[in-house]
């Protein structure tokens, strides 16, 4: 039975900073809240009712960056003050200071294993921080003018920076080269990120737009216009399908990725919004702006439970017992549309739930089969009713079983990969081919008019 959407709805409202909020993360067990605001203060607000917040005091200059470590034990937080921070979320509030940016330092962030910190700066440099060691490793310099944000892909590998030198940069830290640069934007580049499978960068300018970018074949695969203003800030929701973006419209817009449309506008702050941030499992998001509110917002719109989506993948990946040889899948058919090329009502099936880690399409959605097949699939029914796992009839080791069960996974994933491309080529076709006619069309009656012309003069002389 198909769930139905419900809106997003505003939970709490954090009065403390004094200024402008420019950023916002939650932390890894969904506990806290950090912000961090032109009146110089990082906050951490601790999301139990009638919990007390802590207000860290050490940057001499706006903030403007702020997260957490992947276990949560340790807050990075940048500044105008040319510095970086390393902040122990406890009442002692502690912090290390890292220096070596000679410019404002706009944005920070911990590497997904937490050892490594990439910063972007006004000196139009992108530097990577050894965090054990806490110094600075090495500087990615190709941009042209101040950076403004810099961010790790989830594997490490990558790292995307964008800034006002208008473009958009893809670098490999193990050569530390940049690999790849996109320039189509009208304005400065404000924001940029990946998405939780790490196929995709999407960037946001003060033209107005937000673009979503596929790294594996370097095109422009989404684009939207929906806000009146500079984008400032957005957050892809963990599951990769939706995402949120703030504006200097004051307008917050949320967007359902696979449809590829917009599906809420949400008001609530007065001026721009300059900080939005989902929480890591997608129940909750943030929103800071230039009113120096802090709004914490329940998202209500997409059901799906990922600790237990998380939980069914481990399963899902190390069966038990596994599978036979020849259980080749899918069994069934896909669960993306045949029409369109995107996943069918995610939100209505527990057993079609998307995993976060194996991308089929461009966005990185994917889909599961359902328990009961996968139940059928490791046991033979017998005269009876009884049952015999087919394991024991095929006399094949676990080890290659579960070596030959991950290459099916495989298999199953470029298969989805190759429809929803075929799909696509087949929209480009019928664009193309419209296309044609319409310039067929135009010609006939341009030579309609041009002979209309020249009878028009044989009768005149």
């Known amino acids: 039975m198909a769930s139905v959407m419900e809106d997003p709805t505003l939970e709490r409202h954090f009065k403390g900073h004094k200024d402008v909020v420019s950023c916002a993360d939650f932390s890894p067990n ?44 340790l807050v990075a937080s940048s500044s105008r003050d040319q510095t970086v921070r390393l902040w122990t979320p406890s009442i002692k509030g502690e912090s290390t200071v890292f220096k070596a940016h000679t410019a404002s330092v706009r944005s920070v962030q911990f590497s997904s294993d937490g050892q490594r910190l990439v910063t972007a700066s006004d000196d139009k440099s992108v530097k990577v921080w050894g965090v054990e060691r806490k110094k600075f490793l090495y500087s990615l310099n190709r941009h042209t003018n101040w950076v403004r944000c810099a961010r790790f892909s989830p594997d490490g ?8 030198d208008r473009t958009v940069r893809l670098w490999d830290t193990s050569s530390r080269q940049c690999i790849n640069i996109f320039t189509d934007y009208g304005g400065s580049a404000t924001f940029v990120d990946f998405n939780s499978s790490g196929t995709c960068i999407a960037s946001s300018g003060a033209d107005n ?5 596929d790294i594996r074949t370097n095109k422009l695969i989404q684009h939207y216009i929906v806000h009146s203003a500079g984008v400032n800030c957005f957050s892809f929701h963990p599951s990769g399908n939706y995402l949120i973006s703030g504006s200097s419209d004051s307008t917050m817009k949320i967007l359902d990725l696979l449809e590829g449309r917009l599906i809420y506008t949400l008001h609530g702050h007065k001026g721009p919004v ?6 890591r499992d997608g129940d909750l998001f943030a929103s800071g702006g230039a009113d120096s509110q802090v709004l914490m917002w329940k998202t209500n719109f997409d059901s799906l439970n990922y600790k237990v989506l998380l939980s069914r993948h481990r399963k899902r990946v190390t069966p038990d017992p596994p599978p036979h040889l020849m259980d080749i899948y899918p069994r069934s058919h896909h669960r993306h549309s045949a029409q369109n090329g995107t996943v069918e009502d995610v939100r209505s099936h527990d057993s ?39 394991e024991e009839h095929s006399g094949i080791p676990s080890s290659l079983n579960s070596t030959l069960e991950n290459i099916v996974q495989q298999l199953d994933i470029l298969t989805q990969t190759v429809a929803v491309l075929e799909e696509r080529l087949t929209l480009t076709e019928d664009k193309l081919r419209t296309c044609l006619d319409n310039q067929v069309l135009l010609l006939q009656q341009t030579q309609q008019i041009d002979g209309s012309d020249q009878e028009a003069e044989g009768q005149s002389l």
């Open 274 to 279: 300059l900080a939005v941030a989902f929480s």
């Open 352 to 390: 079609a739930t998307s995993r976060r880690d194996q991308p089929i399409s461009s966005l990185g959605w994917t889909h599961t089969r359902p328990r009961e097949e996968e139940d059928e699939d490791q046991h033979e029914r017998l005269p009876g009713g009884m049952t015999t796992s087919r």
């Open 30 to 73: 969904n506990k806290q809240l950090a912000t961090g605001s032109c009146d110089k203060n990082l906050m951490i607000w601790n999301l139990t009712p009638k919990a007390r917040a802590f207000r860290f005091v050490g940057h001499t200059d706006i903030i403007t960056g702020v997260h957490f470590s992947p276990n949560g034990s």
């Open 157 to 164: 590998r990558l790292v995307a920076s964008c800034g006002d």
């Open 209 to 213: 737009t937000l673009k979503i970018w």
